[in-house]
């Protein structure tokens, strides 16, 4: 059973379209984390959120964390082939301290 | 930047041989972790060590173990690699002991025969 889905699974859109994709989960996270990954690579953390309600902006990346701390969205303005890749979104709950990652969204931008 | 390390970035084996895979990190940071991952799909947690002499079993379950000798090191060994084994392999690290950021080595792609 996953602890977060992500949805959709799989984008393809092209250059200068918007999109959002979606982290959730039936569970209280205390911190939620997006990371993207790119083929061949490791992932790379782009946000973390911490406060329910919460909205921090990277460039044309807009990431949002749900009031109730149980969701998350990542919101790209005029996507750009740069984009494409893996975007992985990881919380963590109250108890322990492991991350659990999403199911994982592939996004490809088409010049 | 990040300054995790794994070696080798791409390994092809036959079945039954014994390998391992290397991790190192010069950051200093006390928990590390390995994950499976197949191309373009969900991270799975098969290992993670809060620091020397410390490890522990992820999520999924993994014929892989490993150990804890030094901070900076965590390798991966499999005694008797399977077809089934073939996947990406990630070593991450993070510091202290909150939810913090984790850092990713680039991966090492197994291909079993």
């Known amino acids: 059973t996953q602890l977060l889905e992500q949805s959709p699974q799989f984008l393809s859109i092209q250059e200068g379209e918007n999109l959002t994709v979606y982290c959730n989960s039936s569970?209280?996270?205390?911190?939620l984390q997006w990371y993207r990954q790119e083929p061949g690579e490791g992932p790379v953390l782009l946000v973390t959120?911490?406060?329910?309600?919460e909205v921090k902006k990277l460039k044309r990346l807009t990431f949002q964390f749900g009031d109730a701390r149980k969701d998350s969205s990542l919101h790209i303005t005029a996507a750009q082939p740069g984009d494409t890749g893996l975007y992985l979104c990881?919380?963590?709950?109250?108890?322990?301290?492991?991350?659990?990652f999403g199911t994982g969204t592939s996004l490809t931008v088409i010049p | 930047e990040a300054d995790i390390y794994q070696t080798p970035r791409y390994l092809v084996i036959g079945t039954g041989k014994k390998i391992t895979l290397e991790c190192s990190q010069t950051?200093?940071?006390?928990?590390m972790y390995w994950y499976q991952q197949d191309p373009g799909m969900e991270l799975h947690l098969i290992h993670y060590s809060y620091g020397v002499n410390s490890t522990e079993k992820g999520d999924l379950s993994s014929e892989s173990t490993v150990s804890r000798i030094r901070t900076e090191h965590f390798p991966l060994t499999l005694e008797s690699a399977r077809p089934s084994h073939t996947s990406q392999y990630l070593c991450?690290?993070?510091?202290?002991?909150?939810?913090?950021?984790?850092?990713f080595g680039p991966g090492t792609r197994l291909l079993v025969l």
């Open positions: 990881a919380g963590g709950l109250n108890t322990g301290n492991q991350f659990y």
């Open positions: 569970s209280v996270f205390s911190s």
């Open positions: 991450a690290s993070s510091e202290g002991a909150g939810q913090e950021t984790q850092y």
């Open positions: 959120v911490v406060t329910g309600g």
């Open positions: 950051m200093g940071h006390d928990k």
